[in-house]
């Protein structure tokens, strides 16, 4: 959401919406007492999806551009997969 923010997508309102609803799932499902594990996991994961997408974005490398946003991409349609649509 925040590449996107910063490379003015206009898709980032949807990934926004996404976004909460992944949020509201976790909250939904995690045990008591699991919040600074699951906080950890969520900036681990954030981490790593900027690092692609920055890959992606700002590489001289066009094969290896393509490769990191096919896994962002990857990525994010697993994340997507555990919504309802």
Same mark, same amino acid.
């Given at each position: 959401? #925040?590449?996107? /923010?910063?490379?003015?997508?206009? !898709?980032?309102?949807?990934?926004?919406? #996404? @976004?909460?609803?992944?949020?509201?799932?976790?909250?939904?499902?995690?045990?008591?007492?699991?919040?600074?594990?699951?906080?950890? /996991? @969520? !900036?681990?994961?954030?981490?790593?999806?900027?690092?692609?997408?920055? @890959?992606?974005?700002?590489?001289?490398?066009?094969?290896?551009?393509? /490769?990191?946003?096919? @896994?962002?991409?990857? #990525?994010?349609?697993?994340?997507?997969?555990?919504?309802?649509?």
């Amino acid at each position: 959401m #925040e590449h996107e /923010w910063l490379m003015s997508d206009p !898709i980032s309102d949807q990934t926004q919406a #996404e @976004r909460a609803a992944m949020v509201s799932l976790l909250d939904a499902v995690m045990a008591p007492g699991d919040g600074p594990q699951v906080m950890t /996991w @969520r !900036i681990d994961a954030k981490q790593a999806q900027a690092v692609l997408l920055t @890959r992606a974005t700002f590489n001289d490398d066009a094969d290896d551009a393509a /490769w990191a946003m096919r @896994r962002a991409e990857t #990525e994010m349609s697993a994340c997507r997969s555990l919504l309802l649509s």
